[in-house]
């Protein structure tokens, strides 16, 4: 099963609405909204909030909930989390959490964890596929392979895609490359002019929705995929 995802990390309301066109049939998904486009919601698709966690200022915290539209799944900016936050957001009325990176792997599935909220681990991040290189720069991995693909269709339990949004409209090709157009997009640009042709985020995840359409492969968003587990009695692990 696959799962996409997004964070709308720096993306303006404007920018992800010219997302939602751009990909008119992107298979269900879900969305962690950031607060660059708070007010933000994703017609036919499932949202959740991405809010930005400092530990060091525990009066920051902040974990949104909008009564209105109650949303069932949390992930928080790079990916912060703690066993008192899990237990914050459980009290708060989260189903889930989608925090944990088992990034390259097979998949995984979701568990309950012990704070009273559910884990949804994360497969692949575009921005560290990108970050692989820098962060161990003996390795041998290239970023956007095949593999990952392979990997997600292949999959047997859930594999979840974490893609940003902003890096699909720049097609981020590397952190020198998205900090350059980062600049450019504070400065007012609108982010679907900064992207240029060539390998990238968004030729990869163009390549991904293809593989999927052309495999027929399962989709859910993550939601979804939580209360199928749940559903199913499993999680206990
Ligand atoms: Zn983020």
Same mark, same amino acid.
């Not at 884990?119 to 820098?134: A, V």
């Given at each position: 099963?696959?799962?996409?995802?997004?964070?709308?990390?720096?993306?303006?309301?404007?920018?992800?609405?010219?997302?939602?066109?751009?990909? $008119?049939?992107?298979?269900?998904?879900?969305?962690?909204?950031? #607060?660059?486009?708070?007010?933000?919601?994703?017609?036919?698709? #499932?949202?959740?909030?991405?809010?930005?966690?400092?530990?060091?200022?525990?009066?920051?915290?902040?974990?949104?909930?909008? $009564?209105?539209?109650?949303?069932?799944?949390?992930?928080?900016?790079?990916?912060?989390?703690?066993?008192?936050?899990?237990?914050?957001?459980?009290?708060?009325?989260?189903?889930?959490?989608?925090?944990?990176?088992?990034?390259?792997?097979?998949?995984?599935?979701?568990?309950?964890?012990?704070?009273?909220?559910?884990?949804?681990?994360?497969?692949?991040?575009?921005?560290?596929?990108?970050?692989?290189?820098?962060?161990?720069?003996?390795? $041998?991995?290239?970023?956007? &392979?095949?593999?990952?693909? &392979?990997?997600?269709?292949?999959?047997?339990?859930?594999?979840?895609?974490? %893609?940003?949004?902003?890096?699909?409209? %720049?097609?981020?090709?590397?952190? #020198?490359?998205?900090?350059?157009?980062?600049?450019?997009? &504070?400065?007012?640009?609108?982010?679907?002019?900064?992207?240029? $042709?060539?390998?990238?985020?968004?030729?990869?995840?163009?390549?991904?929705?293809?593989?999927?359409?052309?495999?027929?492969?399962?989709?859910?968003? &993550?939601?979804?995929?939580?209360?199928?587990?749940?559903?199913?009695?499993?999680?206990?692990?």
């Amino acid at each position: 099963m696959i799962c996409l995802t997004f964070d709308t990390d720096w993306m303006r309301a404007e920018d992800m609405e010219e997302f939602l066109t751009a990909y $008119p049939d992107l298979p269900r998904s879900t969305f962690f909204i950031h #607060e660059a486009s708070a007010g933000w919601r994703p017609e036919g698709h #499932e949202w959740g909030p991405h809010p930005t966690i400092d530990l060091r200022k525990p009066s920051g915290l902040r974990a949104w909930q909008d $009564p209105e539209a109650p949303a069932l799944g949390i992930r928080s900016h790079s990916c912060v989390t703690s066993h008192l936050l899990s237990i914050e957001w459980a009290g708060a009325g989260f189903l889930y959490q989608s925090n944990e990176t088992h990034l390259f792997g097979p998949g995984s599935m979701p568990f309950r964890t012990a704070w009273g909220i559910w884990e949804l681990p994360i497969s692949y991040m575009d921005n560290m596929d990108m970050w692989f290189g820098r962060n161990w720069a003996d390795a $041998p991995r290239a970023p956007f &392979a095949e593999d990952v693909i &392979a990997a997600a269709l292949a999959c047997e339990s859930v594999y979840v895609f974490d %893609f940003h949004p902003v890096h699909i409209a %720049f097609n981020s090709s590397s952190p #020198e490359d998205y900090v350059r157009k980062r600049a450019s997009h &504070a400065g007012g640009a609108s982010a679907w002019t900064l992207g240029a $042709p060539g390998g990238g985020t968004r030729s990869f995840f163009e390549r991904l929705l293809e593989s999927i359409r052309d495999a027929g492969a399962p989709t859910q968003c &993550a939601s979804e995929a939580v209360l199928r587990e749940q559903g199913n009695g499993n999680g206990l692990g």
